[in-house]
Nanobody, 129 residues
């Protein structure tokens, strides 16, 4: 019933910027946490960033700290990921995810299976040197 749709991906040169968006609709339960994950070919899915709606607390993977910023516009039901100074290692399929049951408070924001119950289909990010 919950629908998440990502957009904003594309191809950029190293050092460039992109802003990803995740539009949400059809929510049945309250959103406790929203997160961004990415998966490159041959690699496992990894957590990039997350934001808890209750207090606005944000979390980031060490590899993106200082370069990426996660934010949320509740009026527009949209989650954002501003990505600056992109590197070739950032190239991946990026997914947004929602925790509507509060499970991230127990499992942690980085656990994609235990923490989140709804996912988008992803948006591709390519970075060339």
């Amino acid at each position: 019933q919950v629908r998440l749709v990502e957009s904003g991906g594309g191809s950029v040169q190293a050092g460039g910027s992109l802003r990803l968006s995740c539009a949400a609709s059809g929510y049945t339960y309250s959103r406790y946490c929203m997160g961004w994950f990415r998966q490159a070919p041959g690699k496992e899915r990894e957590g990039v960033a997350a934001i808890y709606t209750g207090d606005g607390r944000t979390y980031y993977a060490d590899s993106v700290k200082g370069r990426f910023t996660i934010s949320q516009d509740n009026a527009k039901n949209t989650l954002y990921l501003q990505m600056n100074n992109l590197k070739p290692d950032d190239a991946a399929m990026y997914y947004c995810a929602a925790d509507t049951r509060g499970t991230t408070m127990i499992a942690g924001w980085e656990d994609p299976v235990a923490g989140y119950d709804y996912w988008g289909q992803g948006t591709q990010v390519t970075v060339s040197s």
